[in-house]
Structures are given as structure tokens and as C-alpha cells.
């Protein structure tokens, strides 16, 4: 079945603890993102990455990294947590040219 | 810069009524336009795109949309409202593969209520 994978699920953690996010895709996706929703704000974007070894910010890069070092695989990485990343993040990819995109089941993450 | 508004943030319909979310987008080049639903503790779902094809696109569940050039807008419609129906629904516009970052750009949702 094809789709996008998500872990953890849940997660609640407290200020400064590093955390990943790992997010897998099965369709062989040359494109894949992350986005995070906020209640009124909708989705906004923090990275996308066009490839292996290419990554690139979003609209809300601030305090997250990430890293494709294979094409299935692009975790996000909180370095330090602070409560204003409370969010729900959704990992997406895309094929073809269209803009389509698909997206995991969604990670709700909560920092103390 | 392309952006996406969508009028209301809470729509509420009976059950059998006719379903109206509107989309109005803002784009420099022609657009691709999305739908997208999500269900209570679910991530989202495509309901219907516009490629550029047929103005009138049909998508899952008996959701439909049209493109309106002319009035920037990708209204979502559904004739008959089903309580499975209740949940959030995002419109979104892409400037296609090519562009520089390709994101997607959402709309900040709509929640549709579904009374009996």
C-alpha cells in the first residue's frame, strides 16, 4: 500500500530535550516536506527537500532541521524544543509535476 | 506570491442540504488547485485537484469544484450533505513542479458541522 509513514504518533517532552521525527515514504518521491498545523493558521510549511542531499526553508524554518540522506526517509529534527513548537506536523510527498501530495497520519507533539 | 482564502471558517449544513465552501485563490501563473479533507484525528486526504483540464472537476465522497478564472475562486460544492461529511477542509494552490520551492500553499481551513 502506498504511503507516507509518521513516528511517533504522540509524543510530549519537555524544553531542550532533542527529539526527531522520523517520516518514510513507500512511492519512490523525489519531493517530500514538512508542514506543521496550528489552529486559524492552517498549514504552513518548515522544510521541503527536492532530493537526496537537497533540502531548502519553508515559511516557518525557525528552531527545525532536517536531513535526506535517502530518498524514502525525512526526519525532522527539534535541536532544542520550546513550548511555541506545540503543533500537529504532517510529513508530505509528491510525484509527478502536478503539486499533488500526500501526506502521514500526522504527529501531534507537545513541549513543557 | 500566491496565496489562497477561504471565506468562513465554520460552515454548518443539515443533513440532505447542499455543501458551499469557498476558495478564492491568488497566483501568478496558472494554478493547480486542491481540495483537501480531514477527519478528526486524521491527516488529510485529497478530495479533488484542477490541472488545468476541465473546469468542472469531480472528486471522492460526491464533492465537486470549478474553476473560475475569471473570479480567482475553486468554490468545493456537494449537493447533499452526509453526517460522515462533518470535518475540516482545506483549499490549496501549487504553482506547479518546476517553480522554485513548489509548496503548497494552504488555505487556514473551513470546519463543516453536519446536523441531522
Known amino acids: 500500500e502506498a504511503q507516507v509513514t509518521q513516528n511517533p504518533r504522540y509524543l510530549i517532552t519537555v524544553t531542550g530535550k532533542k527529539l526527531t521525527v522520523t517520516c518514510s515514504q513507500n512511492?519512490?518521491?523525489?519531493?517530500m516536506s514538512w508542514y506543521r498545523q496550528d489552529p486559524g493558521l492552517g498549514l504552513r510549511q518548515i522544510y521541503y527537500?527536492?532530493?537526496?542531499?537537497?533540502?531548502d526553508k519553508g515559511d516557518v524554518p525557525e528552531g527545525y532541521k532536517v536531513s535526506r540522506k535517502e530518498k524514502r526517509n525525512f526526519p525532522l529534527i527539534l535541536e532544542s524544543p520550546s513550548p511555541n513548537q506545540t503543533s500537529l506536523y504532517f510529513c508530505?510527498?509528491?510525484?509527478?509535476?502536478?503539486?499533488?501530495?500526500?501526506f502521514g497520519p500526522g504527529t501531534r507533539l507537545t513541549v513543557t | 506570491a500566491q496565496s489562497v482564502t477561504q471565506l468562513g471558517s465554520h460552515v454548518s449544513v443539515s443533513e440532505g442540504a447542499l455543501v458551499l465552501l469557498r476558495c478564492n485563490y491568488s497566483?501568478?501563473?496558472?494554478?493547480?488547485l486542491f481540495w483537501y479533507v480531514q477527519y478528526p484525528n486524521q491527516g488529510l486526504q485529497l478530495l479533488l485537484k484542477?490541472?488545468?483540464?476541465?473546469?468542472l472537476v469531480k472528486g471522492i465522497n460526491g464533492f465537486e469544484a470549478e474553476f473560475k478564472k475569471s473570479e480567482t475562486s475553486f468554490h468545493l460544492t456537494k449537493p447533499s450533505a452526509h453526517m460522515s461529511d462533518a470535518a475540516e477542509y482545506f483549499c490549496?494552490?501549487?504553482?506547479?513542479?518546476?517553480?522554485?520551492?513548489?509548496?503548497?500553499?494552504f488555505g487556514k481551513g473551513t470546519t463543516l458541522s453536519v446536523s441531522s
Open positions: 508530505a510527498s509528491r510525484g509527478g509535476r502536478v503539486g499533488e501530495q500526500y
Open positions: 512511492m519512490n518521491h523525489e519531493y
Open positions: 527537500s527536492m532530493n537526496v542531499e537537497v533540502t
Open positions: 497566483s501568478s501563473v496558472p494554478p493547480y
Open positions: 484542477y490541472t488545468s483540464a476541465a473546469t
Open positions: 490549496a494552490v501549487s504553482e506547479g513542479f518546476n517553480q522554485a520551492g513548489t509548496a503548497l500553499i
